[in-house]
């Protein structure tokens, strides 16, 4: 019991720590989504500590991902009006774009010669963790794969996100909020919100919608392909 409040007050100390870091000085490789699970990862590996016992406490805060979710609720009311006047260009772009990113991965998969299972792990990469793993073990993939995959490229798009937008000079919550909630999900959403509330607000929506279109594109172009 102690073990596990231990891990857990070391988890949210690790990421309020790389937070701060990140804060002070930007720069990419600094921010909590990598500094955070590096640290522990070696922390764990160099006391030897089983996994299970890391997980019963550090794992409460699994929990509170779905009130972290509802929570994005409060942004979303403060720019509401944006998104019903922008809702037709946010649903189309977002289509367009997650459906793009389920067609290269699963045509380049196949142009490498990746393995079947292989391709469809990573077919959902770009929705939600827990929509990508349920979305891949419902086509044949594997789900434990889905889930680096998708790590990856939310970690990717965190650091080529900031500059596309610095080199194709978007400028508009729109556009940003779109770019960073179709490629990256909730790692988009966060990294949208260092840009300011609206930005923030339009990548939650189009992260959800990227994960409905998703779950409807995925199966369709897997086995087509």
Known sequence: MIASVFWLVCTIA??????????????IYLTPLIVTPAVLLVAIALLKVPYPTYERGAGL???????????LAVTLYKHVKEMKRNAG????????GAVAAVLTTVGLSRLFGLSAPIADSLAPRSATTPIAMSISSHIGGLPTITAVATLVTGIMSMI????????????TPLARGVLFGTSSHSSGVSKALEYDDATGS?????M??????TLLAAPWVTSWL
């Open 14 to 27: 690790v990421y309020l720590l790389s937070k701060r870091l990140y804060r002070k000085y930007t720069r």
């Open 61 to 71: 805060l699994s929990d509170l991902v779905g009130p972290a979710t509802i929570a």
């Open 89 to 96: 260009a946010i649903i189309v772009s977002v289509c367009f």
């Open 202 to 206: 339009i990548a939650a929506i189009a």
């Open 160 to 171: 080529m996100g900031p500059l596309v937008v610095k080199a194709f000079r978007i400028r």
């Open 208 to 213: 959800m919608v990227t994960a409905f279109v």
